[in-house]
């Protein structure tokens, strides 16, 4: 059989099309992709629990799938829970961070009068002018504001089902990627299944775990520091700290605004410092030890990975961008022609996961859905 080799800019032409091609179908499909990945994940979570209810407790596998999803809904309801209702006690403060915001405008004002002379009435002027620009298009910014609502409670319930959905057919979906490819590969794919599960599970719960250290620090910081609302202020620094990069500085925002409202300056100060001290010791050792050994992505790929997902799915892509990029690299490390590709995603000098036998545990898992 006569074989074809094509040139290299042929080639770099396939590439570049597939990509382009793959992130048109990444934004069309954006309503669909995102629950789905988030329940994708959400089932690999849930996997050893339903597991423990199937054959443990001898639930029927609809039943461990539904408890499974349910007590994951639950869990993220009670968190929700606490931070309104932490949020809901900030409120009775916003009559000081008005008086606060008005004082702090009045001294902006004599400082931009001083420095730049410019007189009050100038500046009032164009502040006017700023706010009715503003209020012409609150109606657009308010209706942008529920539809934003409307998306991220469909994105929850979509996920939410999916998660089940997944759960419940997880057998035929392994037998329908191992029927899928030939025979001679099936061991490559139930390592690659095996290891996108080991990884993904050991992400998530190394977000959890990061995210519960970083609250736990940031609240007995600011307790110390004796700022109002520590507890919440803690909690709001943990969640945003999921996202890469982006969710420490929003947390930082938020957080002086918080203070600034409800303190001092000195209070402001400290806690500037302490959201510093807090991000570097999460990124030179929390971060590296529980979410950077379970995926092994350089910091380049990483930040890459950030803003491409920012771009096509918001904030949801840059938050799904990390465990896409990891199940890529799985893949190219056992296709040989993406071997070069795997490489570039990863660190340098690897360190291989260890693994138990994968092919038998899976094929067992298999046999017993086929019995049932």
């Not at 009068?113 to 657009?140: C, M, P, V």
Request: net charge positive; hydrophobic share 55%.
């Amino acid at each position: 059989m006569k074989t074809y080799v094509f040139p290299f800019y042929v080639k770099l032409a396939c590439v570049l099309i597939s990509i382009l091609l793959l992130g048109y179908l990444a934004i069309l499909g954006h309503t669909i992709l995102t629950p789905l990945i988030f329940g994708f994940l959400c089932s690999v979570l849930l996997l050893p629990f339903a597991n423990f209810l199937e054959n443990r407790l001898k639930f029927p596998r609809s039943l461990s799938s539904l408890v499974s999803s349910v007590t994951l809904v639950l869990l993220i309801a009670a968190l929700l829970i606490l931070l309104g209702t932490q949020l809901s006690s900030l409120a009775k403060d916003w009559p000081a961070f008005k008086e606060q915001v008005l004082t702090s405008t009045a001294d902006l004002q004599l400082w931009v009068s001083k420095t730049f002379h410019i007189n009050n009435q100038d500046q009032i002027n164009y502040i006017n002018e700023a706010a009715s620009k503003s209020l012409s298009t609150g109606t657009t910014i308010l209706s942008k504001t529920l539809m934003s609502l409307s998306s991220v409670f469909l994105l929850l319930l979509f996920s939410f089902l999916y998660t089940f959905f997944i759960l419940f057919h997880r057998r035929l979906i392994i037998k329908f990627l191992v029927k899928s490819f030939k025979e001679k590969h099936s061991d490559t794919v139930y390592e690659v299944i095996y290891q996108i599960q080991y990884i993904i599970k050991r992400y998530v719960v190394g977000l959890v775990l990061q995210m519960v250290i970083v609250t736990i620090l940031a609240c007995t910081a600011f307790y110390f520091i004796g700022v109002k609302y520590s507890f919440l202020l803690g909690l709001i620094t943990g969640i945003f700290n999921i996202i890469p990069y982006i969710g420490i500085f929003t947390a930082l925002v938020l957080t002086v605004l918080i203070t600034f409202a409800t303190s001092s300056a000195t209070h402001v100060l400290f806690v500037i410092i302490t959201l510093v001290a807090i991000h570097v010791i999460d990124g030179n050792f929390i971060m590296p030890k529980i979410v950077g050994s379970k995926v092994q992505i350089n910091a380049l790929i990483a930040l890459i990975g950030l803003v491409l997902g920012e771009m096509i799915w918001g904030i949801t892509g840059m938050f799904l961008s990390i465990p896409i990029i990891a199940i890529m690299k799985v893949v190219f490390d056992r296709v040989p022609e993406l071997k070069p590709w795997g490489m570039l995603l990863g660190e340098e000098d690897e360190v291989a996961i260890p693994l138990e036998p994968k092919a038998e545990k899976l094929t067992d898992a298999i046999s017993e859905g086929e019995k049932d």
